[in-house]
């Protein structure tokens, strides 16, 4: 019985970080104050992002796999976390392939410049649209059009998207940290419906190594938290970033994807 269901996308969920330790939560709440005695948003948070941002578009191709946390939220109020993983391969500016796996539920999705395809492996089930010649392009209509979310999808629009920039209220550096073996500049941002937070890898590579995003539409905050690792060196062909149906796959129409999944007998591992 949830209350709300998946955020399936680093757009829909999230919230502050738990358990951290009081130490940290003191600094944190320090950087705030600081940060809310001059501006809302801290300049030094948005050229960070910006600066991310410019160091994507350089990228000509890359992969970013990763681990993903989302909550649904129980009509009682309680939280309950599910994990999945994430596989992106992109080649700018028009094509992609992006594979999310949980047990849950296994979705492909490909973009070759032309068509945007959408798979259930489990069930053997696809469907298509003609697609826009940008992969932002793509992912606002996929989003506009068919309320389809790609993880992460700001990452690729962040800085060809002047209003994803001006949707942010309120921005501040908290504080070093280490994701894994790496070292991190953490921010957090304030939106009308979303807080989010990231983790920006220092040095050269101003790659985000970590999100967590809080959806405030929710009264109960569910999280998204995704952790990213990068292969910046990848170069994918044609044949890795284009949609080959299966042997005995079904080609359905886009708006019955998710309903013809769930029909299909095999409960909720889709």
Known sequence: MARS???????AAGAALLAVAVPIAAQAQSAATAADASSPIDPAAMK?????SAFLLTLGSFRVTGEATTEQVLLTGQKIQFGGTFDILARRPD????????DRQSREMY???????????????????????????????????????????DL?????DQTLRSRVQEAMVVRPETIGERKCMHYAFRQEKVD???????????????MVITNKDDPAMPQYVAVLHWDTQVKPGPADLTFTPPAGAHRITMADIDGTAAASGKGEAQ
Do not use: H, N
């Not at 094509?95 to 949980?102: E, L, N, Y």
């Open 156 to 160: 690729f629009t962040w800085g060809t």
């Open 196 to 210: 989010w937070q990231i983790w920006i890898e220092d040095g050269a590579r101003p790659l985000p190594c970590k």
């Open 111 to 153: 973009y070759d410049g032309k068509t945007f395809t959408i798979f259930a492996p489990r069930v053997g089930y696809y469907a298509s649209f003609e697609a826009a010649s940008s992969i932002g392009l793509t992912i606002d209509k996929a989003k506009r059009e068919y309320d389809i979310e790609l993880p992460l999808a």
């Open 95 to 102: 094509a992609f392939k992006i594979v999310t796996d949980s």
């Open 5 to 11: 269901g998946f955020v399936g996308s680093a757009l």
């Open 48 to 52: 960070a992002m910006d600066g991310m």
